[in-house]
């Protein structure tokens, strides 16, 4: 079994930079693709940016070129640094891990954490 916990959420404002964490125990995900999505009020749970085992990553237009997804594999951390923060980025912001399809659809992963609530006033 796999725990995923997120931290690093927060209110912020237009512009402004954030880095939100997720911590992974239960066993090494070393060689999991991992994730992060977003869900904001009264929409779906959508794609924010990925990363291969490998070190390949993946991030969604919308969010390419301010925000930018890593890994620790030694120590089972995922990262996600937010910068240029729009108001429109505000959602609850999810890890995911263990994909087994494509790494945008969020009904490829197994597991998922708790969430952080990460909100960006104008």
């Known amino acids: 079994q796999v725990q995923l916990v997120e931290s690093g959420g927060g209110l912020v404002q237009t512009g402004d930079s954030l880095r939100i964490s997720c911590a992974a125990s239960g066993r090494t995900l070393s060689e999991s693709t991992m994730g992060w999505f977003r869900q904001a009020p009264g929409k779906e749970r959508e794609f924010v940016a990925a990363?291969?085992?490998?070190?390949?990553?993946y991030h969604a237009d919308s969010v390419k070129g301010r925000f930018t997804v890593s890994r620790d594999n030694a120590n089972n951390w995922l990262y996600l640094q937010l910068n240029s923060l729009k108001p429109e980025d505000t959602a609850v912001y999810y890890c995911?891990?263990?994909?087994?399809?494509?790494?945008?659809?969020?009904?490829?992963?197994?597991?998922w954490g708790q969430g952080t609530q990460v909100t960006v006033s104008s």
């Open positions: 990363v291969i085992w490998t070190g390949v990553t």
């Open positions: 995911a891990a263990e994909c087994n399809g494509p790494v945008y659809s969020f009904r490829s992963y197994n597991y």
